[in-house]
């Protein structure tokens, strides 16, 4: 896919996103049914209700793509490995989140081509933000609040304090372990809490430089932040350093990864080493 078809087709998967975002909200005002599926996480009316209504518009565009979500049946490896563009969809990212009527929850959508990110779509809508990119097009965030243009928005070098984000839900001895090696070599660092996607949205804005993420994550939570961060100048890696890649398995859980700003820095050296040894 070219720019110029991204560029007709990025404000169409915003347009979806805002809907999607404006169906979960009508639910988080109204109230809403939580139940809990085979793996153990929640699920809500709310995810539901934004999954049939983005699959539904995804189907309405002219450019039409195979589209996996989250809350869609999944298909086995044989039959994913032959797509090479494909949409991938988190409806509602940051459950727990939501459910505990915090606002840190986000509609993701991504287009995968070729096992990368080269569009995505973040959008917080009880916050009213919006974080989008298209391969080649920039990264870009927008407040349903202002009425001025699109922001463009960039990651940064590492400061003399460091500020890393991390998970409310999963920080384990792994995590831990890092900081504290971390701390050891360089000093002081500051850590901020924060749900969802918007994690890796804060670096690519450049309000925080790592996301470690040293917990299992699913394709659908990272794809859209992760174009996202590309083109804002950042990465997502393996914990060896090499690119993170999409539909290359025969499960669509992620490795442990490391979101990262604008900078070089080997981040792997701070791993505890168990994990370094695996």
Same mark, same amino acid.
């Given at each position: 896919?070219?720019?110029?078809?991204?560029?007709?087709? /990025?404000p169409e998967i915003r347009r979806i996103?805002?809907?999607a975002g404006e169906k979960i909200m009508e639910i988080y005002k109204s109230g809403f049914d939580t139940e809990t599926k085979s793996d153990d996480s929640p699920v809500t009316s709310a995810d539901l209700a934004a999954n049939k209504y983005i699959d539904e518009e995804l189907k309405k565009l002219d450019l039409q793509?195979?589209?996996?979500?989250?809350?869609?049946?999944?298909?086995?490896?044989e039959e994913r490995?032959? !797509? +090479?563009? @494909?949409? /991938?969809? +988190?409806?509602?990212d940051g459950t727990k989140e939501f459910i505990n009527r915090r606002d840190s929850f986000t509609v993701n959508i991504a287009l995968i081509d070729q096992h990368k990110?080269?569009?995505?779509?973040? @959008?917080?809508?009880? /916050?009213?933000?919006? @974080?989008?990119?298209g391969k080649g097009l920039g990264s870009f965030k927008t407040s349903d609040k202002s009425s001025t243009e699109p922001e463009a928005i960039h990651s940064r070098d590492v400061p003399d304090t460091a500020i890393f984000v991390g998970s409310r839900s999963h920080t384990g001895e792994d995590m831990v372990k890092f900081l504290e090696n971390y701390e050891a070599d360089n000093g002081q660092y500051d850590l901020q809490s924060m749900g969802s996607s918007l994690k890796m949205c804060m670096v690519a804005e450049g309000n925080a430089d /790592? @996301?470690? !993420?040293?917990?299992l994550t699913s394709e659908w939570d990272t794809a859209a932040a992760h174009c996202i961060l590309n083109e804002a100048g950042g990465k997502i890696v393996n914990i060896d350093m090499s690119p993170l890649l999409y539909n290359t398995k025969d499960s669509l859980l992620n490795p442990y990864f490391f979101a990262i700003g604008n900078n070089s820095v080997a981040w792997n050296k701070y791993l505890p080493k168990s994990l370094i040894d695996s």
């Open positions: 896919m070219n720019q110029e078809q991204l560029l007709i087709l /990025l996103a805002v809907g793509f195979p589209i996996l979500s989250e809350e869609s049946a999944h298909l086995p490896f490995a032959s !797509r +090479d563009t @494909y949409w /991938l969809v +988190d409806p509602l990110p080269i569009m995505g779509v973040v @959008y917080a809508p009880a /916050l009213g933000l919006s @974080y989008f990119a /790592l @996301y470690p !993420r040293l917990w």
